[in-house]
């Protein structure tokens, strides 16, 4: 099986919030909006939580879609 990559990228805004960019590999056959949706969801919560700071954007880029 292919190992599964990410890149996140992250950048404080001038405001003093937190914008993400996660760039995935998705399993051939996933709802990939149901994926993304649920990613940004959690990371939202789970890095305002853990930092304190307030995460204004996740964004979710599905680069590779894993056949096999």
Do not use: F, W
């Not at 292919?2 to 990228?9: L, S």
């Not at 649920?38 to 680069?63: F, H, L, M, N, Q």
């Amino acid at each position: 099986r292919r190992q599964r990559q990410m890149c996140i990228r992250d950048s404080l805004n001038d405001d003093g919030t937190l914008s993400l960019e996660l760039h995935i590999g998705v399993d051939n056959g996933v709802n990939i909006s149901a994926v993304c949706r649920s990613i940004i969801k959690e990371v939202r919560y789970k890095v305002a939580k853990a930092t304190g700071v307030p995460v204004k954007s996740v964004d979710v880029y599905v680069d590779t879609v894993i056949v096999g």
